[in-house]
Nanobody, 125 residues
Framework: QVHLVESGGGSVQSGGSLRLSCLAAGYTSGTYTTGWFRQTPGKEREGVAAIRSDGTPYYTDSVKGRFTISQDNAKNTVYLQMNSLQPEDTAMYYC???????????????????WGQGTQVTVSS
């Protein structure tokens, strides 16, 4: 049974940093593609970053240069390091995973079959 648990959310001021963690169970980290998504009330879930099983990262344009996705296979954990946070980054952040997702669907929530419960990130100005 695949199970994902996010942690690391919280409240920070503009310009601050947070590191989100996604602990995976039920499969060996590094064999699945993992994505980070975020969602605010009334809006669709937005793909933020993804990392494929070979470690190749992908980012949405709005976070390039500020966010870094990485994976630690020994800990079965995928991280999202978020720097230079802005109020518009405020959202519930979710990690998601699937055995394989084509590159052109990495940002699409419908492509992922497994989801965590989310962790809230709040950035104040």
């Amino acid at each position: 049974q695949v199970h994902l648990v996010e942690s690391g959310g919280g409240s920070v001021q503009s310009g601050g940093s947070l590191r989100l963690s996604c602990l995976a169970a039920g499969y060996t980290s590094g064999t699945y593609t993992t994505g980070w998504f975020r969602q605010t009330p009334g809006k669709e879930r937005e793909g933020v970053a993804a990392i494929r099983s070979d470690g190749t990262p992908y980012y949405t344009d709005s976070v390039k240069g500020r966010f870094t996705i990485s994976q630690d296979n020994a800990k079965n954990t995928v991280y999202l390091q978020m720097n230079s946070l802005q109020p518009e980054d405020t959202a519930m952040y979710y990690c998601a995973a699937d055995p394989w997702i084509p590159k052109w669907q990495l940002h699409k929530s419908a492509a992922y079959n497994y989801w965590g419960q989310g962790t809230q990130v709040t950035v104040s100005s």
